[in-house]
């Protein structure tokens, strides 16, 4: 199994950018489309934008389109979640995934991290 690591949270005024990182090991990552979930208080963990195995395919929750990217660097085994104009509503737990399939369901993933918080102040 993969296992993965989140860095990067942290708070952060509103409009602000965070960067959040994801470390991979163990499995071959390439054999792996990776995804980024969030999960904040009393709410269930919704998803937020994946990528395919190569990087040339992307997706994202509407909420987040234009203002957060998702890359990842094969070489490294790491994966990215550029997010810019943050609000609020961004506030959560953030994890990274790992699935052998390039779907937006969470239960199709695999190797969760302990997840990294992101707090947006107004």
């Known amino acids: 199994q993969v296992q993965l690591v989140e860095s990067g949270g942290g708070l952060v005024q509103a409009g602000g950018s965070l960067r959040l990182s994801c470390s991979a090991s163990g499995r071959t990552f390439t054999n792996y489309a990776m995804g980024w979930f969030r999960q904040a208080p009393g709410k269930e963990r919704e998803f937020v934008a994946h990528?395919?195995?190569?990087?040339?395919?992307?997706y994202y929750r509407d909420s987040v389109k234009g203002r957060f990217t998702i890359s990842r660097d094969n070489a490294k085994n790491m994966v990215y979640l550029q997010m810019n104009s943050l609000k609020p509503e961004d506030t959560a737990v953030y994890y990274c995934?790992?699935?052998?399939?390039?779907?937006?369901?969470?239960?199709?993933?695999?190797?969760w991290g302990q997840g990294t918080q992101v707090t947006v102040s107004s």
């Open positions: 995934a790992a699935s052998r399939r390039f779907t937006q369901l969470a239960s199709q993933y695999e190797g």
């Open positions: 990528i395919s195995w190569s990087g040339t395919s992307t």
